[in-house]
T-cell receptor, first 120, second 112 residues
Framework: AQTVTQSQPEMSVQEAETVTLSCTYD???????LFWYKQPPSRQMILVIRQEAYKQQNATENRFSVNFQKAAKSFSLKISDSQLGDAAMYFC?????????????????FGQGTILTVHP | NAGVTQTPKFQVLKTGQSMTLQCAQD?????MSWYRQDPGMGLRLIHYSVGAGITDQGEVPNGYNVSRSTTEDFPLRLLSAAPSQTSVYFCASTPRARYEQYFGPGTRLTVT
């Protein structure tokens, strides 16, 4: 079974600065997907960024980028120019795909989460 | 599109009571799932379904039942609530693997 570990329960950053959230995972699969989700106080789960394991290029979405190190099984999230609205819980997630009735589906395994505080 | 809806938003139960958490989606998604979120443990998969009449267990299925009689609905039943089931419950859906999973707003359940 896959496991996902976020070793930083809490992180803080000054507004406009850069912060990196860490995530490691364990898997024997060669092809998979990794995600970062944001959960603000509203509880809504919001997809921030995704990375396909077969792609060597790191994913980027505006101020959010990842550092994907496949051999090290590491998937960190970098938030540049941090904003007050970035304050939230962030979850790293691994998707393991399975086949049912000829269609591929994916199950998500989440890390423990990192609470990010942004100071003005 | 309402997306994924969950009812109720909050619920307090006494130990031993039963209840059903409702989940519905209007996007014709085949895959639906239930997670529970506990402090320091992230979200853990309880049960999932790949279509009407097809369900399977996830990582933490004990104490929960599910059924899928229609594509739209995937209720989660607690037959005899226990304090250990105090948690926030999320329902999610997706058409298939390569698409994003859409999450409902969650239900906060407290069992006293």
């Amino acid at each position: 079974a896959q496991t996902v570990t976020q070793s930083q329960p809490e992180m803080s950053v000054q507004e406009a600065e850069t912060v990196t959230l860490s995530c490691t995972y364990d898997t024997s699969e060669s092809d998979y997907y990794l995600f970062w989700y944001k959960q603000p106080p509203s509880r809504q789960m919001i997809l921030v960024i995704r990375q396909e394991a077969y792609k060597q290029q790191n994913a980027t979405e505006n101020r959010f980028s990842v550092n994907f190190q496949k051999a090290a099984k590491s998937f960190s999230l970098k938030i540049s120019d941090s904003q007050l609205g970035d304050a939230a819980m962030y979850f790293c997630a691994y998707r393991s795909d399975f086949n049912a009735g000829g269609t591929s589906y994916g199950k998500l395994t989440f890390g423990q989460g990192t609470i990010l505080t942004v100071h003005p | 599109n309402a997306g994924v809806t969950q009812t109720p938003k909050f619920q307090v139960l006494k130990t031993g009571q039963s209840m059903t958490l409702q989940c519905a989606q209007d996007m014709n998604h085949e895959y639906m799932s239930w997670y529970r979120q506990d402090p320091g443990m992230g979200l853990r998969l309880i049960h999932y379904s790949v279509g009407a009449g097809i369900t399977d267990q996830g990582e933490v299925p004990n104490g929960y039942n599910v059924s899928r009689s229609t594509t739209e609905d995937f209720p989660l039943r607690l037959l005899s609530a226990a304090p250990s089931q105090t948690s926030v419950y999320f329902c999610a859906s997706t058409p298939r693997a390569r698409y994003e999973q859409y999450f409902g707003p969650g239900t906060r359940l407290t069992v006293t």
